[in-house]
């Protein structure tokens, strides 16, 4: 089965939390804070890769990843372990789209995404020997590891190759990739007999490393509107560096299957036509009367005259007629379109951090509450407080506000004394000096 767009849930692991532990000094009734910090929950990457079998079936079967979750903080201050992280491997071309945002495009093998990124392990009692916290509450209190991020991504496989073969039923396009690449395509005499793209890698004996061709399933009139197949796989077309138009000589107007294909290509993406073109008129070997080599001579008159510059080749795949001919000039052309094409290309990183950037602290009045929130909270988790004692746990925030410079803020916004203040789940209130 083939399948080119897919959704996935994605749950990165939670930290940590703190640990609460003691450790009772010998010949004194002091007992020291030794809990440590919790491990650090895992986070969820993609990874483009080359041998993923251009499809995305593999994950189908899967419709939410979750990554571990980072274990609490242990005795004699020692940090928990944290949740091993979560590889996503996909193949090469695909586009990623997270909260309906484009994340990135994988383009390259070995390319990586951090696209849900773990939850940090909270702090524990261990830490708090500073002025944050009240001195008879300081041995008592830990933080909690923060939630690992849930987001909702879509996945959009545009195939990576550089030749695209295209043309209407039974124009022999399977038979051609057959003969020129190492793919195994199903062939037969009635039509559509390819419903999905197939792959394959070109035998080549020339400089260039590795050429892929691609077999589309057939285009008929009024592709662009859904007949037949309809236009969806046209899509892997977007990457290709040349596109075969199939023409079928046993077929009485040569010009209408070329226009039919001009014409579904126009409808569906007008830029797909900026790439170049090859004509390759199969079936040469089924040739039998003057008409019909005349017909093809008539043909290639009038593509001379659309002034196009398209190279004509006629082949057989039976006899392997034009075969070597129609290589050479694939590989000619390449060459040309790969020494001219500019060196201009955005990588996964620099897409990562212009769209998933926000501010870093928030400020929100609902219905008289000020409601605080933003990225450089996620370290700042809600206590642990293991005697309930919620009078250090408002200390905690009232300093942790100062700390952080929202004093002045709060009031610009109106904030006065004895005013609800919100973050997380935790509500207390307004006090400064």
Known sequence: MFIDELNLLLKAGNGGDGGVYFRKKKYSNHREPVGGNGGNGGSI?????????????????????????????????????????????????????????????????GEQLLIASGGYGGKGNANYNSKIVPRYARSIVAERGSIGETVQIKLDLHLVADIGIIGLPNVGKSSLLLKISTAKPKIAEYPFTTITPNIGVIHNNQTIDKV??????????????????????????????????????????????????????????????????????????????????????????????????NIVIEISTLTNQ?????????????????????????????????????????INVVNGIFIISGNKLKNLHPLIIKNNENYSLEYYYTNLIKKLGLTTELKKYGAKLGDIIQIGNYRFSFAYD
């Open 45 to 109: 990457y993609l990874k483009s890769d080359s041998n993923n079998h251009n499809t995305l079936t593999g994950l189908s079967n899967t419709i939410k990843f979750v990554a571990e979750n980072g274990k609490q903080g242990t005795k004699n201050n020692k940090t928990g372990k944290s949740g091993k992280d979560l590889i996503i491997k996909v193949p090469v071309g695909t586009i990623i789209f997270k909260n309906k945002q484009l994340i990135a495009d994988m383009k390259k093998d």
């Open 212 to 309: 892929i061709a691609v077999d589309m399933p057939p285009i008929i009139q009024n592709s662009h509107i859904g007949k037949g197949i309809g236009c969806k796989f046209l899509k892997h077309l977007n990457r290709v560096k040349i596109i075969l138009y199939l023409i079928d000589c046993t077929n009485d107007n040569l010009y209408t299957q070329y226009n039919i294909i001009n014409s579904e290509l126009t409808q569906y993406y007008p830029k797909i036509l900026k790439k170049k073109v090859m004509i390759v008129i199969t079936k040469i070997d089924l040739l039998t009367s003057h008409l019909q080599k005349q017909s093809i001579q008539e043909f290639k008159t009038f593509l001379a005259k659309q002034h196009n510059n």
């Open 322 to 362: 034009g075969l070597k001919i129609l290589l050479k000039e694939i590989m000619t052309l390449l060459t040309k379109i790969k020494q001219n094409t500019k060196k201009n290309e955005t990588y996964c990183k620099n897409l990562t951090r212009k769209y998933i950037y926000t501010s870093e602290l928030k």
